[in-house]
């Protein structure tokens, strides 16, 4: 879905919601039982929105929609429910990070020869989503200890779940202490970069890896970056740091 053009992700999500609140009813559900399972497939959805906008749109159309159509009759009360479970699923502060995008299954394939790590190595992945990325670093680093943090609660029960070897906590990246790690993987927007790299620079100890998919950090030179067909471009930074002469220009690729 997230290959579509705008907005059919979000018809699709939207009639997918009126097709499973329409079906609820049918089988006798309670009209806002039906409400809360129709705006629960809107809010998954969202969570492959590129954006803080779209996803909005994209869990708000349904509730909305049933509003204006006069299908459902309920107390006001009621309508704050669908708001609820977004707030459930995306809390205020998680807005300002990148989407729920997963990290593809192979997409780090490769990063443990070219950012090598000790065995027994804490490795964080900021920001876990429900995993995908924590299962990519296994996969690259299968002897290091793995940490995942993810800011909701839903998201991080869930990651917790499939990623029963890793240690997943809930907590805010930015506040998180990274000092202790040799490795924090990210996957976030090409906005929240330099708020990274400055919290990089300012706590990971010499050695440390900073790695980052598909965006890089304009102001750092990489030591390593993984390139390949059909995939996702890795950045990698290790500490300390060297600094590119001019931040507005593409960084070198270090291959």
């Known amino acids: 879905m997230p290959s579509l053009p705008?907005?059919?992700p979000a018809l699709l999500v939207w009639a997918a919601a009126w097709g499973v609140y329409t079906l609820a009813v049918a089988m006798g559900l309670g009209p806002v039982a039906a409400?809360?399972?129709?705006?629960?497939?809107?809010?998954?959805?969202?969570?492959?929105a590129p954006n803080s906008w779209r996803r909005l749109i994209v869990a708000g159309g349904f509730p909305l929609s049933l509003a204006a159509s006069g299908a459902l009759t309920l107390a006001p009360a009621y309508w704050l429910l669908p708001l609820a479970l977004l707030l459930l699923i995306y809390p205020l502060n998680a807005w300002r990070d990148a989407p729920l995008f997963p990290t593809p299954?192979?997409?780090?394939?490769?990063?443990?020869?070219r950012a090598p790590l000790p065995p027994g190595a804490c490795v964080l992945e900021a920001g876990c989503g429900v995993g995908d990325g924590l299962i990519a670093l296994r996969q690259a680093y299968p002897e290091a200890e793995l940490h995942g943090l993810e800011w909701s609660w839903p998201l991080r029960w869930l990651c917790a779940l499939r990623c029963p070897w890793a240690r997943v906590r809930r907590g805010d990246i930015w506040r998180a202490d990274w000092s202790g790690y040799q490795m924090v993987y990210l996957f976030q927007r090409?906005?929240?970069m330099g708020k990274a790299v400055d919290k990089a620079r300012a706590e990971l100890a010499p050695g440390a890896w900073l790695v980052s998919l598909e965006f890089p950090a304009l102001n750092l030179e990489p030591d390593a970056v993984l390139e390949?067909?059909?995939?996702?471009?890795?950045?990698?930074?290790?500490a300390p740091f060297s600094l590119v002469a001019s931040?507005?220009?593409?960084?070198?690729?270090?291959?």
């Open 35 to 48: 409400l809360l399972l129709a705006c629960a497939l809107g809010v998954a959805g969202s969570l492959l």
């Open 6 to 8: 705008w907005p059919l």
């Open 247 to 255: 931040p507005d220009r593409e960084p070198k690729t270090a291959r």
């Open 228 to 238: 390949r067909e059909r995939t996702r471009t890795v950045w990698a930074y290790r």
């Open 190 to 192: 090409p906005e929240s």
């Open 105 to 113: 299954r192979d997409g780090l394939q490769g990063l443990g020869e």
